[in-house]
């Protein structure tokens, strides 16, 4: 394991230019006026938190990221946007202009808010990663299997229940 | 690394997706924006969660589960609003309204 201070300076190199990444990206999401390059820069921001799990030593983590992430989840999109027939070239339809300003002004607020409060609370405190493996997939899945059991259980039943939604409600009858 | 440079990118991350959900018309875009503001949360389990153990990434693993089955419904519900109305632009979606 490699000692915290010299692990430090890359990291924050790495973290700096994945998170500018990520904000061009999420506001390209949000902005593009073609749903499928708003898909694929959705891509883009989903790698790179998948990035930011591998930074914290999260590998299982980073590994669903991507698998589940952009394996599937932006492949489902992608049908999402052809079976709706959505315009595939520019368009000026995807917006409500008339929404903007109040938009902008409830994102900069509620960004305004959480940024302060964190500021405020969590200013100097520094990330310290165990050197002893306590956060790698192995403790990981021994968290899994016995402190969260019922938890998981419990998300396997509301998986099988939205794969049985979302047939029901797709089917042709 | 500083815990608030991961917390910070998270409200950004957060802060886009809001805006998304509010702007956007085309109902596969706002579930695009949910994404976003799912994965912010995340980011911020996992930064908190490197302080005390394995339990932050447990959670993000069942964010992520949830998620999955989030669009799943999700994108259904559209593809059934887009049968019976030939349009996803959830503006027209005000019956509602009184």
Do not use: C
Request: a neutral charge.
């Amino acid at each position: 394991m490699i000692a915290s201070a010299s692990y430090d300076i890359p990291t924050n190199i790495a973290f700096g230019i994945v998170a500018a990444g990520m904000i061009f990206a999420a506001i390209r999401v949000v902005t593009t006026k073609n749903i499928v390059h708003a898909a694929l820069y959705l891509v883009l921001v989903l790698a790179g938190v998948g990035i930011n799990f591998l930074l914290l030593q999260a590998e299982f983590l980073a590994i669903t990221q991507f698998l589940v992430y952009i394996g599937a989840i932006v492949v489902l999109f992608l049908f999402g946007i052809m079976l709706t027939k959505a315009p595939l070239g520019q368009s000026d339809e995807l917006d409500n202009p008339s929404q903007k300003p109040i938009a902008l002004l409830t994102s900069l607020g509620l960004l305004g808010v959480i940024g302060a409060s964190q500021i405020v609370t969590w200013k100097d405190t520094r990330i310290v990663l165990p050197s002893g493996g306590s956060l790698n997939t192995q403790s990981v899945s021994d968290e899994i299997f016995s402190k969260y059991l019922i938890p998981f259980e419990v998300v396997s039943v509301v998986l099988l229940a939205a794969l049985n939604g979302a047939i029901v409600l797709a089917r042709r009858d | 690394m500083l815990l608030i440079q991961f917390l910070m990118l998270s409200a950004i991350l957060f802060s886009i997706g809001v805006y998304g959900v509010l702007v956007r018309r085309n109902g596969v875009l706002v579930l695009m924006s949910i994404e976003l503001i799912l994965n912010a949360v995340n980011i911020n389990l996992v930064a908190f969660g490197t302080a005390s153990g394995p339990s932050g990434q447990v959670f993000a693993l069942f964010v992520i589960a949830v998620a999955a089955a989030e669009v799943g419904v999700g994108l259904a519900m559209l593809l059934m609003i887009y049968r019976n109305r030939r349009s996803i632009d959830i503006d027209q979606l005000d019956e509602l309204k009184g």
